[in-house]
Structure formats: structure tokens, C-alpha cells
């Protein structure tokens, strides 16, 4: 077949859409005492941007979406505005 | 290599049998039936190896072939009329995404009113989907273009139809010869994609796109049908050369010699045209026939070339564009040659529509209107 041939397929690369923590307009910060460690957040974030291990949140891909806080059945996880410096 | 007797519709699933398809979904609807019917019988019969997926609509099919495709099938359907018409925002799906499927559809006139007979109405309302059309007149022509349609769709990678005319193609009982199976290996071998739908790939298809992205596909798209007609010419010698079968190229032309009355048509009254020309030769008309195989793309260039200065062209549509002179045919013709309109005349008319009976004396007729026509 001939290589040339344009197809609409696309192959998964890391931050093949940038860096996706650039999007961000609010932060998740989570409050360790309240958290019980059930992984809720880490299964329903969109971009696996929490630590499995620790529930360290990696703000380089961490959109800022909320999904985490919203889903939190501890409410240990709260929004706050993403600060420039 | 054997010898069989039997329907269009015969040819047609035996090509399919015989071509290694992996993969076959497909609703039964007149005059295309007994193509689903034999297909499943094949299958069920162990005499092939495929999955038969009994789908509840021709939408479902479509759907089903464009996504055993998009998994590295080969894959076919057939459907006629109403059947097409329902796949319409498929076919556009499967050209977009360069998926090689293989369909036949057996051409019958659309509703409403209801009819059954044959009629172009339900293909060329395909034309701007992105398919390769190709229009094919006797079963041995049917058989050698569904071998031809995997070959031409797999190498360029857009989806191939091949149209036969319901009940007059389709129900009529003609001798063809098969192929045998060494020499089909040599011709189409097995189907092997560049890429595959497959969770170890990990890849996506079809994802969205913005107009940056859009552009070049659409453009390379179009750009690949154009180059599909020699790629199915030269398809269309290897098979020649494997087997001494031909059909003609873009056009099966009849009785060239010193012409200047070329009568264009497609599918089965392309054959009966050839009767029509001999009773016009009797007569000392120098006619000639131009039965079109590929419709899509339009060969114009091709048409040009085979019109000498100060001929004429005679379009019979078996079709209509409605509110204009005739039909598709017509219209293509007309772009064709446009820079040539000083040194070109041409004339059309829409026959045959519903099945129509078209006797030789009766194309005789029409063109002899036409050429009436043109002379003034």
C-alpha cells in the first residue's frame, strides 16, 4: 500500500496536545487528613495527573477540571484559584 | 478455473466466495437479494470461510463492514436502491476514512413510486461520496470487477461499488467462468493493512479534526480518486494479462472506426447500444458505442481523447437530474468537453428510467433524434 495516503488515524503520545497543566484556571489541593485513601480521584481523572501511590497531584498535566473535588466522597479535595505568579 | 451457468447475482457471491473475504454484512432488498442469500448459504455451507453478520438495516451493514474493515477485515456488502440510499452517510464515513470495502449494488430505480426495475437513479446520487464507481454489463464482467474492486480499493485505499443493472444484469442466467485459486492468490493477495484498529496498537480512527487538519485529508482524497482510474486500468491489464479477459478501460468502446456518432451510456443498455450501432451502421449513420465502466471517477480526459474533431456525442442517461436536459451523464459530459464546445456537438436524454424497456430499435430511434438534433 502506498504510504502517502492520508488516514484519519492517530497514535497516542505524551502531550500530543501540549502540556495540559498550561489549561489550568484553578487548582485541586488536598487536605491528607481528610482523605481515607479510597482512590476515587485517582480512577476519575481524565488525565492520570494523582499518584497512585501517594495521591501527589501532578500539576505539569493536572487541567484544573475538578472532576476529583466533585467526585471526592470525603470532600477532602477543594478548588482554588490558579494564582499567576 | 470452471465454467457455471447462472445469474449476476451468482456471479456476484461466487467473486466474493472466491476473493478470501473475511467478513460479510448485508440486508436483503430486490433486486440484490438472492447476493445476501448465496453469501450466507456459502458460509453456512463451510464452502467459506467468513463471518456473515445478519444486520437490521442497511445502515447497520455499512456500518459493520466500515468497522471489520477498520479491524483489518476484508470486507463486502451488497444492496440496490433504497438499500444505498440509507448507507449514504456511511459511504461518505468509509471514503473519509480510507477504508477499502467492496460493495455491489444491483441498480434499481428509487421510490417514490415504488419500483423495482432497473435505473442509475440510486448510484449516481452516490457520485460525490468519495466511491470508486464501476458500472459492469455481463455476470463474467461482475466476477472479474469484485476481484478487480479488492485489488484497486486495497492498493489506494477508498472504497470500491460495482453497479450491475437489477434484473437485467442481475436475473439473467449467462455462462461466466471462475477463477482458480492459485491465480486469485497471485492477483489479490491476502489483505494486509498498514494499520489495524487493535488494543496493543493503542491508535484511534476518526478522530475530530479542525479545518487545518480537514483540509489536507478532503484534498488528498479527491486527489487519490483521480489517480484511482489508472490504478484500475492497470489492474484491469493484470487481470488481462492472467487471465486474456477484458472489459474495455474507462469506456468499452464499439465500432470506432470513422464514427462521428458516439452514443454514451452505462450497464446493460451499453451492451444492448452495440445492436443499436450496427442498425445505425445498415444504415450508413456512422455511429459508434461508448458503454462507460468507470463512473467515478469520471474519465474526462479520457473522453476527449476518444473523440475525434467534428464528432458528435449522444448521451443516453438512465437517470435524471431533475429540471436539467437529462441526466449525470450528460452533465459530466458537457464539463468534459467543455473547451471543446466549437469543435464537439452533444446531445442527451434520460431512458430506461424504472426498467424501461430499451430495445436496440428503440436506442436506433432515440439517436436518430439526437442526430436531428445536433445537426442543426
Known amino acids: 500500500m502506498d504510504k502517502k495516503i492520508v488516514q484519519p488515524i492517530s497514535r497516542p503520545v505524551q502531550g500530543a496536545c501540549g502540556v495540559t497543566g498550561t489549561w489550568r484556571s484553578q487548582r485541586p489541593i488536598l487536605d491528607t487528613s481528610l482523605c481515607n485513601g479510597c482512590l476515587i480521584c485517582w480512577l476519575y481523572c481524565p488525565e492520570a495527573a494523582i499518584s497512585r501511590e501517594d495521591r501527589d497531584i501532578d500539576f505539569t498535566y493536572c487541567k484544573g477540571c475538578g472532576i476529583c473535588a466533585v467526585e471526592c466522597g470525603k470532600k477532602a479535595i477543594r478548588m482554588v484559584k490558579e494564582e499567576i505568579k | ?376
Not at chain 2, 146 to 160: N, R, S
Not at chain 2, 253 to 276: I, Q, T
Open chain 2, 1 to 376: 478455473m470452471s465454467k457455471v451457468f447462472g445469474s449476476g447475482n451468482t456471479a456476484c457471491a461466487m467473486a466474493v466466495k472466491d476473493a478470501d473475504v473475511d467478513f460479510v454484512a448485508a440486508y436483503p432488498i430486490t433486486p440484490q437479494t438472492a447476493v445476501a442469500e448465496k453469501i450466507a448459504a456459502y458460509i453456512a455451507q463451510g464452502i467459506m470461510d467468513a463471518n456473515y453478520l445478519p444486520v437490521e438495516s442497511e445502515h447497520s451493514a455499512a456500518s459493520a463492514i466500515a468497522a471489520a474493515s477498520a479491524v483489518g477485515a476484508r470486507v463486502f456488502t451488497a444492496t440496490a436502491s433504497q438499500g444505498l440510499l440509507y448507507m449514504h452517510e456511511i459511504l461518505h464515513y468509509a471514503a473519509g476514512g480510507r477504508l477499502p470495502l467492496v460493495m455491489a449494488n444491483v441498480n434499481r430505480a428509487v421510490n417514490m413510486p415504488w419500483c423495482l426495475y432497473a435505473d442509475h437513479q440510486d448510484a449516481v446520487s452516490q457520485r460525490d461520496t468519495g466511491w470508486i464507481q464501476l458500472f459492469a454489463a455481463s455476470n463474467q464482467e461482475i466476477y472479474d470487477s469484485i476481484l478487480l474492486a479488492f485489488k484497486v480499493a486495497e492498493e489506494v485505499q477508498i472504497p470500491v461499488m460495482i453497479n450491475y443493472d437489477g434484473f437485467l444484469v442481475s436475473h439473467s442466467m449467462m455462462p461466466f467462468e471462475t477463477l482458480d485459486e492459485n491465480k486469485i492468490k497471485e492477483y489479490l493477495p491476502p489483505y494486509d493493512p498498514s494499520w489495524r484498529l487493535h488494543p496493543q496498537w493503542g491508535g484511534t480512527f476518526g478522530n475530530v479534526t479542525f479545518s487545518e487538519q480537514y483540509v489536507p485529508y478532503r484534498e488528498s482524497l479527491t486527489r487519490d480518486v483521480k489517480r484511482a482510474g489508472e490504478l484500475i486500468i492497470r489492474c484491469a491489464r493484470e487481470f488481462e494479462e492472467l487471465t486474456g479477459r477484458w472489459h474495455g478501460g474507462y469506456f468499452d468502446v464499439y465500432r470506432p472506426e470513422d464514427a462521428s456518432f458516439f452514443l454514451l451510456s452505462m450497464g446493460s443498455m451499453g451492451k444492448e447500444m452495440e445492436l443499436a450501432v450496427d442498425l445505425l451502421r445498415q444504415e450508413g449513420i456512422p455511429a459508434a458505442g461508448l458503454r462507460l465502466r468507470v463512473f467515478c471517477p469520471f474519465p474526462k480526459e479520457e473522453l476527449s481523447a476518444l473523440l475525434p474533431t467534428g464528432t458528435n456525442l449522444l448521451v443516453f442517461d438512465r437517470n435524471l437530474v431533475y429540471g436539467s436536459a437529462a441526466g449525470v451523464l450528460l452533465q459530466e459530459s458537457r464539463a468534459a468537453l467543455y473547451d471543446r464546445r466549437d469543435e464537439i456537438r452533444i446531445a442527451g436524454i434520460s431512458v430506461g428510467l424504472g426498467g424501461e424497456d430499451l430495445p436496440a430499435s428503440l436506442l436506433a430511434d432515440k439517436a436518430r433524434e439526437m442526430i436531428q438534433e445536433v445537426k442543426k
